[in-house]
């Protein structure tokens, strides 16, 4: 394997620091629909994504991450319907036995007269950190 140091990149107009490609680009990411038939439509760094539960799905990462102090990112969408299934709130968490290789990702209502679990049709999800 080879290596290439640099303490700059730069396009020709625009020069920034290496730390900030190295350190602040996104290690993992997936888009999917959980909604119906569960279907992973795109994804970097996640080897599989498995559905776990109404709203609860399981993102694995193919490089895993060092520890569980990663920043995590995620959105979702339903159907646009009146009962609130329009608007999502989704968050990650890791599962403790398996520290940095896998993503528990979940939806819930965000609106409406309920705020319980719901598969979401788009799910996009990210994640920075370092990888070990």
């Known amino acids: 394997m080879s290596t290439i140091s640099a303490a700059n990149i730069s396009?020709?107009?625009?020069?920034?620091?290496?730390?900030?490609?190295?350190?602040?680009?996104?290690?993992?990411?997936?888009n999917y629909d959980q909604a119906g038939t569960f279907t992973t439509r795109a994804s970097f760094n996640v080897s599989?994504?498995?559905?776990?539960?109404?709203?609860?799905?399981q993102a694995y990462f193919t490089s895993v991450f060092a520890d569980t102090d990663y920043l995590q990112q995620a959105t979702?969408?339903?159907?646009g319907g009146s009962d609130g299934d329009e608007s999502f709130i989704a968050f990650g968490g890791f599962n403790?036995?398996?520290?940095g290789r896998s993503c528990l990702l979940r939806t819930?209502?965000?609106s409406g007269n309920y705020t319980g679990k719901m598969d979401?049709?788009?799910?996009?999800?990210s994640a920075t950190g370092d990888l070990a």
């Not at 020069?15 to 997936?30: D, N, P, R």
């Not at 979702?76 to 159907?79: N, Y």
């Not at 979401?120 to 999800?125: K, L």
Request: hydrophobic letters at 30%; proline letters at 0%; charged letters at 15%.
């Open 11 to 30: 396009d020709g107009t625009t020069t920034v620091g290496t730390e900030y490609v190295v350190q602040g680009s996104t290690k993992a990411w997936v």
């Open 48 to 57: 599989s994504t498995t559905d776990v539960s109404e709203g609860d799905a």
């Open 76 to 79: 979702a969408g339903g159907t």
């Open 96 to 99: 403790l036995l398996q520290v």
């Open 108 to 110: 819930r209502r965000g």
């Open 120 to 125: 979401a049709h788009c799910v996009m999800y």
